[in-house]
């Protein structure tokens, strides 16, 4: 999308180029229907009246929020709901006319931002309802209900701002619920959305994604489910106890959200012969595959990273780190196993990939490898109580893996945020070992300046002669040009 600045750049220069008799009257006039030209000034004038008309809302409406505190308590309670439930659909319907059907330039926008506001009525809609009707709860029921809410209207409206909003307020009610312990203790509804919290975002958002076609809602909708399935678990909370499911709880924590997000496949979810037509943008070009695999690369470097500090491993029977004091709940469990199912499925459409990725693949970091990873980690997890300080060296062993992989996909693809992501993490996991160790100064000073030179001198290598891959002219473009 050409923006707006380059509009205007481009008109000062090809002022410049037809003065000069660099092009003629003709080529002038082309550019300036192709880019609107005579578009800009009034295009600013109309920005500048959407900006007033914002400002003028504003007071308005906090002219109005002050004048209904200051009568609040007189109305009767049926004048209350009336008026609350009159704001919310007149707004709602505005947006949504507005927004849909725009006669003048900005109204789409002013109508998105009423849809917006709309959304963020429902929730005090739904706050002052509960008060007048004397209904307590805590903070986390109502976020978890208004970002429901919330969802329920981007399904409708297909606006990925109302889902990314929803999304936020699920997310800080499930984090208060989780912190809060009656969540864990008695039985409701939205103690059972803390509780089974992975699948709800699995059933309602990632859908979402889907319909409003956004790798944005995808990708914090596998960071709510990874996150949220970890949290659950606990498994910092029994690890180094004496509990024989405390390895297994870890393993499943630790090594399911990446085997998730790696083997995922919108293939999982459509028939042959049908996803093109259904999601004909997502289909074809798997517009989700590469975010679902950054994240699981993402993720394996945090917990490799993590777990590859000693004190994990020096005092394994008697760990002083707890989230939380209560024990496991098995309800957690349940969306484990489901989530473990689809991942089944995803790396069973990578069987055939499997057998043959150390073999034919190009990349490093492919199927096989983040497989041996995974495997390799979930036995030290499992045998954690009786390897000791090996669960150490074996964490720093497979962050090295990784790092040298994702530095070696980085000079053969030619991408240098892969390249780069991969020195970081060699770099970080050397000096956090210079640090965490009982090392000299002397020693670390040499160890700081190699890491220093060694960045500098791979950075003005990669630049030199790695070539990232530049993205071709089209066929008929190519062929106007002999």
Known sequence: ??????????????????????????????????????????????????????????????????????????????FKVLLLLACFVSINAAGFYLWRRPVAFGQQRLGHGLLILGALLLGANLGLMSQMFHQH????????????????????????????????????????????????QEFSGTQAIVQHFPLVVSVVFV??????????????????????LVLNLKPVSIWGSFLPSAGWIAAIAFILPPALLWGYSDRIWMRQGTADTRYPAISNTHAFHPVARSLAVWFLSIVFYVFAFRFWWDN?????????????????????????????????????????????????????????????????????????????????????????????????????????????LLVL?????????????????????LCGVGVIAAGLWFERNVKPHRHTLPQASQEGTL
């Not at 944005?216 to 909708?221: A, D, N, P, R």
Request: hydrophobic share 55%; net charge positive; with cysteine.
């Open 429 to 449: 996991s050397i000096i956090t070992r210079m640090l965490e160790y009982n090392t000299g100064l002397l020693l670390k000073s040499i160890v700081f300046a």
């Open 207 to 228: 859908p979402l994604a889907y319909w409003c076609r956004s790798r944005v809602i995808f990708g914090l909708s596998a960071v709510a489910i990874a996150t949220a």
């Open 137 to 184: 709860g805590d903070l986390y029921e109502l976020l978890l209900i208004w970002g429901l809410g919330v969802a329920a209207m981007a399904y409708s409206l297909r606006l990925t701002s109302l889902s990314v909003l929803s999304l936020i307020l699920t997310g800080m009610g499930y984090h208060g619920g989780w912190l809060s312990w009656s969540s864990w």
């Open 316 to 424: 394994a029977e008697n760990s002083y780190l707890y989230f939380l004091r209560e024990d496991l709940s098995w309800q957690p469990l349940i969306d484990a196993a489901v989530l473990a199912v689809v991942a089944g499925l995803g790396w069973l459409q990578l069987r055939y990939q499997l057998k043959r990725a150390f073999r034919l693949q190009a990349q490093a970091i492919n199927s096989g490898t983040i497989a041996a990873l995974l495997l390799l980690a979930a036995v030290v997890f499992l045998r954690h109580q009786t390897i000791g300080l090996f669960g150490a060296f074996s964490f720093n062993l497979l962050l090295f893996l990784l790092a040298l992989g994702l530095i070696r996909d980085g000079l053969a693809v030619g991408q240098r945020h892969t390249f780069w992501g991969g020195m970081v």
């Open 1 to 78: 999308m050409v923006t707006e600045q380059f509009r205007r750049q481009l008109r000062q220069e090809s002022e410049k180029w037809w003065t000069e008799g660099l092009i003629d009257a003709a080529l002038y006039e082309n550019l300036s229907q192709r880019y609107q030209f005579d578009r800009l000034e009034r295009d600013a004038s109309h920005r500048f009246i959407a900006i007033l008309m914002g400002l003028g809302a504003v007071l308005l409406g906090i002219g109005a929020i002050t004048f209904v505190a200051a009568n609040w308590q007189v109305w009767s309670r049926t």
